[in-house]
Structures are given as C-alpha cells and as structure tokens.
C-alpha cells in the first residue's frame, strides 16, 4: 500500500506548507488497487475532526480520501469511524502518510505508507 500524490495536489501542498502552520482539511480522491491517489486538497479552518456528524457527512462523499493536518495533536484520540481514511501529516522536512485501520477492540491505529508524487506525465518522482 502507498499513497500517490497528483503533482498538482503536490503543490497545493507546498503552497499550504508556506503560508499555512495550524491548518487541516479533507482530501479528495480514489483508492486503484492498493495505492490511494490524492487528487485535490480542500483547507478547512474550522474543521473538527472529533464532530461525527460532520466528518460522516463529508466521509459521504464519494470523492472522499482523508485528511490533512499540519499539527501531530490534531489527531491524539483518532475516532473510530475514521476508519479506512488516508491521513497525510504535513511537516516541515516532508509528508508523513497514513491509513486508519482498525485493532482489537474497534480501537483506532494509524498505519504509516509510503508518500510519492506522481507527475502529470506519468512519471513518478
């Protein structure tokens, strides 16, 4: 499993990075085999990770990726029905990726994948 960044998301990305320290917001895309491609970026200040009725809401969507959030304390007690979700931790030195599976007990884990840019020739890199 990993995570493929669209370059034109990838720049959204830096662009955020730059202008950005306490932001977060949901990412759109589409799960092809094993990989998940992130297709888009939508910032959203006010959004509140631990609302269910809101996140399910946006989980809806049939675009629907996951999250991003620049801050680690964003996501300390990850809900449940963040299940299946691709969450993309935004650093300094880099992108940290994420998928949210599930442990015993229904109890939430973050499972770290690889991060890659994919080009909009085909070529990763």
């Known amino acids: 499993m990993e995570i493929w960044i669209l370059e034109s998301a990838s720049e959204k990305l830096r662009i955020l990075r730059c ?9 759109l895309g589409h799960k092809r085999g094993d ?3 992130v297709e888009d970026l939508i910032p959203l200040k006010r959004l509140n990770l631990n609302s269910k009725k809101f ?3 946006i989980i809806s969507n049939k675009n629907f990726l996951g999250f991003f ?4 304390d964003e ?4 809900p449940e029905f963040f299940y299946g979700s691709v969450i993309l931790k935004i650093l300094k030195e ?3 990726g994420y998928v949210v599976e599930l442990e015993e007990r229904n109890i939430p884990k973050m499972i770290e994948l690889s991060v ?3 080009s909009q020739e085909g070529k990763n890199g």
């Open 55 to 57: 996140i399910s809401s």
């Open 35 to 37: 990989s998940f491609i």
């Open 116 to 118: 890659k840019v994919l």
């Open 19 to 27: 202008v950005e320290k306490r932001g977060k917001g949901i990412i």
């Open 75 to 78: 996501l300390k007690n990850l």
């Open 69 to 72: 959030i620049f801050r680690e």
């Open 94 to 96: 880099g992108i940290k």
